[in-house]
């Protein structure tokens, strides 16, 4: 047999191989009105609406255009803000971070910088805020020319610690370098802290330690940029299920328009395929969080035909499933997009932040009640 027909069969097989390992369905994550959901059979005009107090945090002006990457905390008896500001569009040289508080989450003081813009052809794009072992730190990405992915960008993950005696933020550390993360990092029952991370070509990984310092950190990989065919992963998140398990989530910039589903068995050391769910997303970032209720939330644009132009909530009991799915009612004057949604619960609210047309920053602060009184199937 000649080497030429060897390789061609050995091809055949593992691409057989490969095919089989493949699931042949969806992952189901979205389950309404008690069944599997086809994302295709949605009425998202018969989902339940959630309507909320509706503020602006920092209004956009003509000198900085451009507001995204919002971050919410409760700290010291008050409301914390952090976003990405700059002057055109998003992550353009001499971007920097803004913050703003407030004592109810609705009127908010005005916005001041957490550094000095950088110097073209740097920038920072906000990465979270994070209370650790009793500092506030701000997270930010630092990176070179347009944009954080791409080659030679120079990308490192740092942190801007709050000084309350001279009321402003000071260099504190650099995390890890090649690193950008997509939320502040999470405690597990470890111990251990644990955050997701992205190099400048869009391979995921996580990042466990920040125990003994804020340098003191190992990297796992998760998945490589092409190592699932069709699937382009994007801002990753995870929470921690009763079980152990960690149960992941990602934006796939391949064109699916669903949310990609792997699970952790090892505090985030090895993680399993990455494998389509029927969850549907307009390809953006999504925000989780558990509720003092028991039930996972899950903020998102999930009706990819509307894209960015309408944000839902979805619920889950399990942290596997998510049941429930309600939109909110965000006021608006014009065509508009709700982008990059962050919340924290606090006073009986779920207080969510998101930027609008990437241009100004707002809040919509809901009542658990109303949240609770969603059906959960």
Same mark, same amino acid.
């Given at each position: ?37 086809d ?13 909320g ?12 255009k ?7 905390i ?24 803004s ?16 550094m ?31 944009? +954080?992915? *791409? !080659?030679?960008k120079?990308?490192?993950? $740092?942190? %801007?610690?709050?000084? @309350?005696?001279?009321?402003?933020? /000071? #260099? ?35 990042? +466990?330690? *920040? !125990? ?5 950190? $190992?990297? %796992?990989?998760?998945? @490589?940029?092409?190592?699932?065919? /069709? #699937? ?19 934006r ?5 328009s669903?949310?990609?589903?792997a ?15 029927n ?42 499933t998510?049941?429930?799915m ?5 006021p ?7 982008q ?38």
């Amino acid at each position: 047999m000649s080497l030429l027909r060897v390789a061609a069969l050995f091809a055949l097989t593992m691409t057989s191989i490969t095919s089989a390992d493949e699931p042949t369905e969806p992952a189901v994550v979205l389950k309404l009105n008690g069944a599997i959901t086809d994302p295709a059979t949605i009425d998202y005009d018969a989902l339940p609406r959630l309507k909320g107090q509706h503020a602006v945090v920092c209004p956009a002006t003509d000198e900085l255009k451009f507001q995204l990457h919002d971050y919410l905390i409760h700290h010291d008896g008050k409301y914390w803000c952090l976003f990405s500001h700059g002057p055109v569009v998003e992550d353009m040289p001499t971007q920097f971070l803004s913050y703003a508080t407030s004592d109810d989450g609705l009127t908010w003081s005005a916005a001041k910088p957490v550094m000095p813009p950088p110097e073209a052809p740097y920038a920072y794009i906000a990465r979270g805020l994070w209370l650790r072992d009793g500092e506030l730190l701000a997270l930010a990405a630092h990176f070179r020319d347009k944009g +954080a992915f *791409g !080659v030679n960008k120079e990308l490192k993950l $740092q942190a %801007f610690v709050w000084d @309350k005696a001279t009321d402003s933020w /000071k #260099f504190k550390a650099t995390l890890f370098n090649d690193a950008i993360n997509n939320f502040a990092p999470q405690k597990l029952a470890n111990g251990e802290w644990l955050m997701t991370r992205r190099d400048a070509r869009f391979n995921v990984f996580m990042l +466990a330690g *920040g !125990v003994k310092g804020l340098d003191d950190w $190992q990297s %796992f990989p998760v998945v @490589k940029r092409q190592e699932v065919p /069709k #699937f382009a992963p994007d801002e990753p998140f995870w929470w921690q299920l009763p079980d152990g398990r960690l149960h992941g989530l990602f934006r796939d910039n391949g064109g699916s328009s669903r949310l990609y589903q792997a699970f952790s068995s090892d505090s985030g050391r090895t993680w399993t395929r990455p494998q389509i769910t029927n969850f549907p997303n307009a390809s953006s970032k999504c925000y989780p969080l558990r509720l003092t209720s028991g039930k996972w939330a899950m903020i998102s644009n999930a009706n990819p035909k509307w894209g960015r132009r309408e944000m839902y909530l979805s619920l889950s009991d399990d942290g596997l499933t998510f049941t429930t799915m309600a939109r909110l009612e965000i006021p608006f004057k014009q065509a508009t997009t709700f982008q990059y949604p962050h919340a924290i619960e606090q006073d009986g609210h779920l207080l969510i932040i998101f930027s609008q047309k990437k241009l100004q920053s707002e809040v919509l602060k809901v009542p658990l009640s109303d949240i609770a009184a969603l059906r959960l199937e």
